[in-house]
């Protein structure tokens, strides 16, 4: 699956994106007028092969939870439980992911990959699912105020790999073969969600202790430092946060991960969550359709499914900047802009969710506008 979802990648449509650029310069506005928005719409046009654009709705949030072997070396003051907490938070639409989806009209799909506690699934069935993502992505398709709409119940899908990875300062947290499953999971659910209809995929995750794994896998595919790529997470106190870059250096030290091999960086320091948030990437790239990243989590894995396939950035939008310094680190060496910098780090698909009014008024634009000629406007 991961091979095939790779040689379905390809590059951007240059005439697409000739054609973007064409008709943003006969919009009714003067032209670089809506800066940042104008090459956004071209990158789009290019990842779809047409001008203009299709609009990026409606809108899933895929968030993908695991639990993490590193949490023993207390990088985190929070307990692992609170991963699975959470995760019934989000299923009860307590959690701000819930409030930020209701306002963007989005559905909310929680993906069990690797959380340590077992969660309360209806049957036994591996495959089980507590509602149905493609009905949900459907009821926001069938909203014709496609926002700020009722609340719409989240579903969870049972796809755990394992119960949470080992220790990477001890041993590779995954072996290769869980490595791919978690990607593959990603994949299969990014065509679960575009198949309902998805017209944007934006990044969730939920895993305490999980910006630790991030900050070694920022660092093992951009060569930057550990000091530079790890953050203070949920707010850790500079006790914790000195113990959490020399736990990054010593897992880092001790598998030496090759940036030329992603499935073996994800499988050497990386979490479920990672791996099966690359697989989303990759696989929505394979289907032309666009995704927003939130922070250092997705800008992480982000890393890895560039690795795989390096035109897979063409489908990526970076949502906003994280506060932690590994999603800068990231993002440039990926060549991304964020849409919205507000200073957050909270995760879930939060940051994303904010910046997807941005990226929708960025391809409305090109459907809307227009043309000096159609209004009968003078041009300079």
């Not at 299923?91 to 506690?117: I, K, M, Y």
């Not at 149905?132 to 009722?150: I, R």
């Not at 690359?278 to 499914?305: E, K, N, Q, W, Y």
Request: glycine share 12%; aromatic share 2%; with cysteine.
């Amino acid at each position: 699956m991961v091979e095939t979802t790779i040689a379905a990648i390809g590059p951007p449509d240059e005439a697409a994106m000739a054609a973007a650029r064409d008709l943003q310069a006969r919009l009714t506005k003067p032209a670089g007028s809506l800066g940042a928005l104008e090459e956004l719409s071209v990158r789009l046009a290019g990842l779809a092969g047409t001008c203009p654009p299709p609009l990026p709705e409606p809108a899933a949030v895929a968030v993908f939870a695991g639990d993490h072997g590193v949490h023993a070396q207390r990088v985190t003051p929070w307990p692992q439980e609170v991963t699975a907490q959470m995760i019934g938070n989000f299923l009860a639409g307590g959690a701000v992911v819930n409030a930020f989806a209701r306002q963007a009209g989005a559905s909310v799909t929680v993906v069990d990959v690797g959380v340590a506690t077992p969660l309360p699934f209806p049957t036994g069935d591996p495959a089980a699912v507590a509602g149905d993502p493609a009905a949900a992505v459907a009821e926001v398709a069938g909203d014709p105020a496609h926002s700020g709409g009722p609340d719409r119940t989240p579903c969870l899908v049972d796809a755990n790999v394992r119960r949470g990875t080992r220790d990477m300062t001890v041993t590779a947290a995954l072996t290769r073969d869980e490595a791919r499953a978690a990607v593959e999971v990603g994949i299969r659910v990014a065509g679960e969600l575009i198949d309902a209809g998805a017209g944007v995929l934006l990044t969730g995750d939920m895993g305490i202790a999980n910006t630790t794994p991030s900050a070694a896998l920022v660092a093992a595919f951009t060569g930057v430092d550990p000091a530079g790529t790890t953050g203070r997470g949920t707010g850790v106190d500079d006790e914790t946060y000195r113990r959490k870059v020399g736990v990054v250096r010593t897992a880092l030290d001790r598998h030496r991960p090759d940036p030329a091999d992603p499935l073996g960086v994800l499988a050497a320091v990386g979490g479920l969550e990672h791996a099966a948030l690359a697989g989303l990437l990759l696989g929505a790239a394979a289907r032309r359709v666009p995704v927003l990243l939130d922070g250092v989590i997705a800008t992480s894995a982000a890393l890895a499914a560039a690795a795989f396939a390096p035109d897979a950035v063409g489908a990526m939008v970076a949502g906003h900047r994280s506060a932690e310094p590994g999603a800068t680190v990231a993002l440039r060496h990926l060549g991304l802009d964020p849409l919205v910098d507000l200073g957050l780090r909270l995760g879930e698909g939060t940051g994303a969710l904010l910046a997807l009014p941005v990226l929708t008024g960025a391809v409305r634009v090109l459907h809307e506008v227009a043309t000096f000629d159609a209004a009968g406007v003078s041009e300079k």
